[in-house]
């Protein structure tokens, strides 16, 4: 059983920076940052996999940098120039296994419970 627990959420204003955190607990293929905001689906954020393959979204590109840190079994998610649609729950998302895509939600067999970052205008 993976346990993973995000912490880094807040409230930034337009163009700031936060950085979310996910430390897991068992073994992982790979780790990923999804975020939903009010009233829309769960989308991809960005993913690393222990090997050091790195995904992003479209929308976060050149804006967000994802790391880890094996040592500790943590992931990082640095965010800058934030904007106001960045606002949204962000959740540590991993996968046991190299199985389906790393892009989908549905392919994601562990949770976290999720960081709230707001982004003010």
């Known amino acids: 059983q993976v346990q993973l627990v995000e912490s880094g959420g807040g409230l930034a204003q337009a163009g700031g920076s936060l950085r979310l955190s996910c430390v897991a607990s068992?073994?992982?293929?790979?780790i990923a940052w999804f975020r939903q905001a009010p009233g829309k689906e769960r989308e991809f954020v960005a993913a690393?996999?222990?090997?050091?393959?790195?995904y992003y979204g479209d929308s976060v590109k050149a804006r967000f940098t994802i790391s880890r840190e094996m040592a500790e079994n943590t992931v990082y998610l640095e965010m800058n120039t934030l904007k106001p649609e960045d606002t949204a729950v962000y959740y540590c998302?991993?996968?046991?296994?190299?199985?389906?895509?790393?892009?989908?939600?549905?392919?994601?067999?562990?949770w976290g419970q999720g960081t709230q970052v707001t982004v003010s205008s």
């Open positions: 690393i996999s222990w090997s050091g393959d790195i």
């Open positions: 068992g073994r992982t293929y790979n």
């Open positions: 998302a991993a996968r046991s296994r190299r199985s389906g895509s790393v892009y989908t939600r549905e392919d994601y067999h562990y």
